[in-house]
């Protein structure tokens, strides 16, 4: 498909009761081979969200919570999923949270480590 397709698609999609396209691009094949970088594949859910008049799921590197606050305050996704820190740190919103001052709901046996203070 190209990036032409997916917004037709998606324009589609929402036309017939879509809320949200979460948008992931390439490694579909083993012959795919995109450019890769931080936060790579955001471009492609802006030009969806814009051009498709539908909220986006961006995806693609977004490794912190100031990943996430650029993305969604520049109006360039609405939500953002972040899969490879999940996988090295399976608390990474509860401290992406902590590291941007926003208090939200520890499970109980955690709750120390909402108060820690990581040492410099």
Known sequence: MTEEDSV?????????GCDAINVSTGQTTPEAKPVFGRMWQTRFADRI??????????VGNIASGDHVNTIVTAG???????????????????????????????PSQYEPGKLWKRPP
Do not use: N, S, Y
């Open 49 to 58: 969200r814009h051009e498709a008049k539908i909220p986006t799921i961006a």
């Open 8 to 16: 037709a698609l998606a324009a589609m999609l929402k036309e017939r």
């Open 76 to 106: 360039r996704a609405d939500l953002c999923a972040i899969a490879r820190p999940h996988l090295d740190d399976p608390h990474f919103t509860l401290h992406a949270a902590k590291e941007q001052g926003v208090d939200v709901w520890w």
